[in-house]
């Protein structure tokens, strides 16, 4: 059974705004998102709800970590390592973008925010901003953790620039990507398990990338940069693509809203019929 | 409630073409399999087992082809809220789980038989996976998700279209034992000769299940009006059949 896509947001209707990110400023987009984001980072460190959680989710899985592979060749380590990595990022990254959208849902916040005469891009861009902060804060935490419990991951100290441009990249990409998601479930009415079923598989390309470079800088190979730069485009392809589908996502795209035409032919005939 | 009174809701062509198409299947299939087996030489290196490229292969194109036509009708619905573009994504979302399956079948049949095993991890056995996987959670989102998630439904299948083109430099980027593409470019005639028919068939298969699929979607989308229509402008609510 399908509801009206209208009904999304309860029925709430937003004004379509075709052609307003034309006419706008970057700078304006920049700057709203600025605001938005800094809202919620405000807001964060009243509390600190969202970087303990995770910080201490990421120091758990960090033991479990330590605990499973302790005795690890060196040999295994290499391939190892980037798999720890990156699925504790793949998890803390779930658990993050999932709190940050349920805050606005338990205050029905996001709709707010989306009747604001803000750009949705901006929108976008501003909770990016925020998850990327967190995830990548853990991903600071891991790659010191895991070069201390593991001798071949002592790379990340040597080449610090290197590994902070690996993680910054493979975080973009998986934010860049969850954000998307994470807030349309938010605004589609709960169920957000669907979340990892939809996050894992999507993200999996941009991990990959992520893993097949993390190995890469541990083995020294001299390709590394190649693939940097493959999860660049990567992170580039996601940014676009996210960007542009988060207004339509979210609030659907520029169409007049109303039934549909065959409805409407509909309601004239059964109206018509009537005494 | 007459809404037979608009005369086929659902377009003419997904009545009589699905019909049409499986008739045409059930004539090309055992002419395909027939041409493959007793008219084509075998391959020498891989022997009889090589057969299994005549399906794997076509069936590998069409699941290619679902997942774009997919993405690209997702891409629509989003963009122009079109209905008729929201039945297609499904319809040829839900294909690309059952093409798929037959792809992610045979390919481990042939592998097992050419390169000894059945699953190399090899790139583009993973990422046909991961097509695959990303399929699935648009069919499940779209299955279990709450009202208002057919959009995110519909961003999920532009993403998983996405990916597409990322498969298939996956094996230009890694290099890796598959195949290459090239595979294709350099058979001989006469295979080439063996491969069309057994695509034709296939292709219409797919074809009429698409298009019955199409059908049912629309048909689902024309009720789904008829009672907004009937509930809006009808002589009185009647709650014990809407809430069925």
Redesign the interface.
Known sequence: ?????D???GGLVLAPRRGRAHATNRAVVFRQAWLLARNDLRQELRDLELVLTAAFFTLVVLVMFALAFAALPAAAQVLAVPGMLWLAVAFVGALTLTRIFDREREADTLRAVLTWPVERVAIYFGKLAVSLLVVVGCGALLMPALALLFPTAGVFFERPLEAIALLVLGCVAYCA?GT??AA??A?????NV?LS??LY??T??AL?FAL?STRALLEGHPQFSTYLG?LAA?DL?VLV?ASW?FE???V??Q?PHG??P??????????AE?P | MT?S??PS?TGGATRWLPPVLLLGAAVALPYSVQRIFLHTAIEKKMGTVQKIFYFHVPLAWIMMALAITCGIAAAVQ????S?KAEALSIAAGELVLVTGLGVLLTGPIWGHATWGRAWTWDARQ??TG?LW??F??FV??RR?????????A???A???A??VP?IYYAVK??KTTHPTTDVVGTLPPQMWAALWPALGALMALTLALLLVRLGQERD???L???W???D????EPRAEKGAG
């Open positions: 059974m399908s509801v009206p896509a009904a999304a947001l990507t998307l998601f349309g479930l605004t589609a009415s709960g169920k669907l079923v939809i598989p999507l999996s390309p990959i097949v493959q990567v392809v693509l589908l339509p996502v979210l659907g795209s169409r039934p549909s065959r409805a409407r032919r509909e309601r004239a005939r059964v109206q009537r | 809404t009174s608009t809701a989003l963009r122009n809220r209905r993973v990422s991961l996987l990303v699935a959670a499940l989102l279990y998700g709450a009202a208002g998630s057919e959009r995110l519909a961003a999920l532009v993403f998983g996405v990916d990322i980027i890694w689902a989308a024309a789904d009006d008829a907004i229509a009937f809006e402008g009808g002589p």
